[in-house]
T-cell receptor, first 110, second 113 residues
Framework: GESVGLHLPTLSVQEGDNSIINCAYS??????FIWYKQESGKGPQFIID?????DKRQGQRVTVLLNKTVKHLSLQIAATQPGDSAVYFC?????????FGTGTSLTVIP | DAGITQSPRHKVTETGTPVTLRCHQT?????MYWYRQDPGHGLRLIHY???????DKGEVSDGYSVSRSKTEDFLLTLESATSSQTSVYFC????????????FGPGTRLTVL
């Protein structure tokens, strides 16, 4: 099966600092890579995606970087806020199916 | 929550009993998915549907069946529940072709005793 992993299961950052969450993937044929945020007791929520032919994409306070050479994906959150505390998942979209990583728990320290 | 509801939200059942979880959408989206979420495994796809009566297996489909008789409803059935199927189940929908954003329901917490 597919393998999508995260380097660190937990991450703590000070409020106002930037956060970087990393992800490794194994399927070079994936069309899109996506980041989701999941707050306690809720379903995952789409944050940002990047197409496989791109290296970087920016959203509001978030940036996703894709390094296809080493099959690595990262999510950067600028000026991290307490509301950013959640579990973050990366996922691969192969067309019909999505494969999710195990998640990184981000804690923002006030 | 992008017009997705799941029912029931919580269920406790006994080993060997049949269980059906319902996902309902009001978005008229073609693709619907059932995932389970377990500690250390993230989200794993059970089954998905790409249209009415069109379904396919995901990576953890054993012990589960699905049905989609109309666009808005996607049912997940555990024919004979086992303790290993204790999990949180999420339904998701995907937008029109070319849009890969998935919208997730609130989840169903199932406990099999």
């Amino acid at each position: 099966g597919e393998s999508v992993g995260l380097h660190l299961p937990t991450l703590s950052v000070q409020e106002g600092d930037n956060s970087i969450i990393n992800c490794a993937y194994s399927n070079s044929a994936s069309d899109y890579f996506i980041w989701y945020k999941q707050e306690s007791g809720k379903g995952p929520q789409f944050i940002i995606d990047i197409r496989s032919n791109m290296d970087k994409r920016q959203g509001q306070r978030v940036t996703v970087l894709l390094n296809k050479t080493v099959k690595h994906l990262s999510l950067q959150i600028a000026a991290t806020q307490p509301g950013d505390s959640a579990v973050y998942f990366c996922a691969e979209d192969t067309g019909n199916q999505f494969y999710f990583g195990t998640g990184t728990s981000l804690t923002v320290i006030p | 929550d992008a017009g997705i509801t799941q029912s029931p939200r919580h269920k406790v059942t006994e080993t060997g009993t049949p269980v059906t979880l319902r996902c309902h959408q009001t978005e008229n989206h073609r693709y619907m998915y059932w995932y389970r979420q377990d500690p250390g495994h993230g989200l794993r796809l059970i089954h998905y549907s790409y249209g009415v009566k069109d379904t396919d297996k995901g990576e953890v489909s054993d012990g589960y069946s699905v049905s989609r008789s109309k666009t808005e409803d996607f049912l997940l059935t555990l024919e004979s529940a086992t303790s290993s199927q204790t999990s949180v189940y999420f339904c998701a929908i995907k937008g029109p072709s070319g849009d890969n954003e998935q919208f997730f329901g609130p989840g169903t917490r199932l406990t099999v005793l």
